[in-house]
């Protein structure tokens, strides 16, 4: 599963350990039996992507314990993977009323602040989320939100200060990215170089890489990292497990590394795959309605 998670799109990257990070204090406590049976059913759910039957099991985690906080943080990150932002930055907000889990309910109502395109917001839920406890990922998303606002000085200060404090793979690759949009190529390779030697399955590094050497017009280099990405993507595809859904960003970022390699019709192939998965997906949110 670590291996996966380089693989999937960045902001799965940044989220689907988020279920775990929770620790049950009930558990310890030895409080509502039934309430933490209901919670640690909906968290199973959560890891494998049954998002309908999450919410269903933590509504009756809350149903069961109105103070319950854990069950409010994990039914509002199953809220915000169904796409229901209003309903999850609800359930994110009353869990800070509990004064429980105060850095993952900032983090994740920054998370949804950001998919709803209110980059103040989610800066400031990101910031509040680092006052009370420092997280590399949050720091991260915090930094690409600010270089998204056009503040690099800030997004750099960001990066910087993670890969001095703990270097990973994600902080090399997004700070490469950043030096790749600025034009510092040198830059850029160091750190695609540095994410890829740190984690070698990371596919999306290799695409950036790949745009790299393209800029620099080393298209032996171009090609073969682009083949490296399309492996991986295809080993995460056939080894996934869960809601097929989660897949449409891989089968949309192989169909276009296929493209950056002549391959149409590959490419279009994948394409229709995570188009059926959104249409799926449209039609059982209709069937909701």
Same mark, same amino acid.
């Given at each position: 599963?670590? /291996?996966?998670?380089?693989?999937?799109?960045?902001?799965?990257?940044?989220?689907?350990?988020?279920?775990?990070?929770?620790?049950?204090?009930?558990?310890?406590?030895?409080?509502?039996?039934?309430?933490?049976?209901?919670?640690?059913?909906?968290?199973?759910?959560?890891?494998?992507?049954?998002?309908?039957?999450?919410?269903?099991?933590?509504?009756?985690?809350?149903?069961?314990?109105?103070?319950?906080?854990?069950?409010?943080? =994990?039914?509002?990150?199953?809220?915000?993977?169904?796409?229901?932002?209003? /309903?999850?930055?609800?359930?994110?907000?009353?869990?800070?009323?509990?004064?429980?889990?105060?850095?993952?309910?900032?983090?994740?109502?920054?998370?949804?602040?950001?998919?709803? &395109?209110?980059?103040?917001?989610?800066?400031?839920?990101?910031?509040?989320?680092?006052? =009370?406890?420092?997280?590399?990922?949050?720091?991260?998303?915090?930094?690409?939100?600010?270089?998204?606002?056009?503040?690099?000085?800030?997004?750099? /200060?960001?990066?910087? /200060?993670?890969?001095?404090?703990?270097?990973?793979?994600?902080?090399?690759?997004?700070? &490469?990215?950043?030096?790749?949009?600025?034009?510092?190529?040198?830059?850029?390779?160091?750190?695609?170089?540095?994410?890829?030697?740190?984690?070698?399955?990371?596919?999306?590094?290799?695409?950036?890489?790949?745009?790299?050497?393209?800029?620099?017009?080393?298209?032996?280099?171009?090609?073969?990292?682009?083949?490296?990405?399309? =492996?991986?993507?295809?080993?995460?595809?056939?080894?996934?497990?869960?809601?097929?859904?989660?897949?449409?960003?891989?089968?949309?970022?192989?169909?276009?590394?296929?493209?950056?390699?002549?391959?149409?019709?590959?490419?279009?192939?994948?394409?229709?795959?995570?188009?059926?998965?959104?249409?799926?997906?449209?039609?059982? =949110?209709?069937?909701?309605?």
């Amino acid at each position: 599963m670590r /291996a996966l998670i380089y693989i999937m799109t960045p902001v799965i990257i940044l989220t689907v350990l988020l279920a775990s990070r929770f620790v049950t204090w009930d558990a310890v406590k030895g409080e509502n039996r039934e309430a933490l049976a209901h919670v640690q059913e909906g968290t199973q759910f959560l890891r494998t992507w049954h998002l309908p039957q999450a919410i269903a099991a933590f509504t009756q985690a809350i149903e069961s314990d109105t103070r319950y906080a854990e069950a409010y943080v =994990k039914r509002g990150l199953a809220y915000h993977r169904s796409a229901q932002y209003e /309903a999850a930055i609800a359930d994110y907000t009353r869990t800070l009323t509990l004064n429980r889990y105060h850095a993952d309910a900032y983090a994740s109502r920054g998370d949804t602040y950001r998919m709803l &395109g209110d980059a103040q917001r989610a800066i400031a839920d990101y910031t509040a989320s680092l006052a =009370k406890r420092w997280d590399a990922a949050v720091m991260l998303k915090r930094g690409t939100l600010y270089q998204e606002s056009h503040n690099p000085s800030a997004a750099f /200060a960001d990066y910087d /200060a993670i890969i001095r404090r703990r270097p990973r793979p994600q902080a090399y690759y997004i700070r &490469g990215n950043a030096y790749l949009n600025a034009g510092k190529l040198k830059l850029a390779l160091a750190d695609m170089n540095h994410a890829i030697a740190m984690e070698p399955r990371f596919a999306y590094a290799y695409i950036r890489r790949a745009r790299i050497h393209a800029r620099r017009g080393q298209q032996a280099l171009e090609k073969s990292d682009y083949t490296e990405a399309i =492996k991986l993507f295809s080993e995460a595809i056939q080894s996934w497990r869960g809601d097929a859904r989660a897949l449409i960003p891989v089968y949309y970022w192989r169909a276009f590394t296929y493209q950056k390699l002549d391959e149409i019709d590959k490419a279009q192939d994948d394409v229709e795959t995570a188009n059926k998965q959104i249409f799926i997906f449209f039609l059982e =949110k209709l069937k909701n309605l």
